[in-house]
């Protein structure tokens, strides 16, 4: 199984998680202020761990270029989105918004095929309706709740699409330091939503309460948005935004396992839909004659065939290492992802 496909499933586990440990730890707090919590609690403890990875403050090293993606990303995805949201969930019935929230992997989807000219084929369309279409079942109201009224939804719709124009801006500069990237939106985001629920008279919870929200987010926001970059290097936006769709389901059987929660039939539906979904992914082989054009950037690499440059300082031979490196033309075949180096026309 390909690492990128391993780092999708991790991070769909750790977010799909978040809501049943906020659950276990007896969690009370005003919906606004608790996804500000989480997503500070994301932002600043990645900084910390960023920091003492790097012995100090270290520029993020992105190029010129890759900065307005990064910005647009953080406006789109830790403002406008949560913020969207939050709202939407005061004017929508709780299973409507769960119902919706699956637009988010169908629209990056969407985005990524049209937009970005990320290539698909049959497979992959199929495997992804199956893993919506099990989220949708997992999700799919039980009693009668309907919307208080339609604004509620158009917003909750709103949040999916920043989202996807969000996860597609990130896979731009997802070769750079994926730390920096996850602490800069969940920075973003928590101040935003802490300042809006703060504004609107929410009280900060008490501080035993307030470490556990900001540890539950550092995992199910912050490690798990840093292993989602790391898949959206390795497999482009639609796929790894379709295995991050299985979150849902990945919570519900930590929500068995932990909580004791009953497993229903509309359950076993979607963990069936969502397997098939999955497996068919998997299951791909994409390989064609193509053409690389000259590339510079700089992440974490072996010297592979795609990797085959001489350095400007003294190297000690360690491999994977992580540097500025230029890429030069080469033209070959083999089976590939839409990776960070792989995002040519079809």
Known sequence: MNVSVLYALAAAALF??????AKLLGVDTPPILLA????L????GLA???FARDHGWKRPGLAAGEWPWLMGAIVFGGVLAPVALMYGLTRTAGATASLMLNLESVLTAVLAWVVFKENADRRIVIGMIAIVLGGLVLSWPQGTATAHDWTGPLAVAFACFCWAIDNNLTRKVSASDALFIAGSKGLAAGVVNCCLALAIGSQLPAVATLGSIMVVGLLGYGVSLVLFVLALRGLGSARTGAYFSTAPFLGAVISILILGESVSLMFLLAAA???IGVWIHLMEHHAH???HDPLTHGHRHTHDEHHQHVHNFEWDGTEPHSHAHEHAPIQHSHAHFPDVHHRHRH
């Open 48 to 50: 910390v761990v960023r």
């Open 16 to 21: 799909g998680a978040s809501t049943p440990l």
């Open 289 to 291: 004659e193509h053409q």
């Open 273 to 275: 839909l969502m397997a």
């Open 36 to 39: 500000g919590l989480l997503y």
């Open 41 to 44: 609690g994301s932002g600043l």
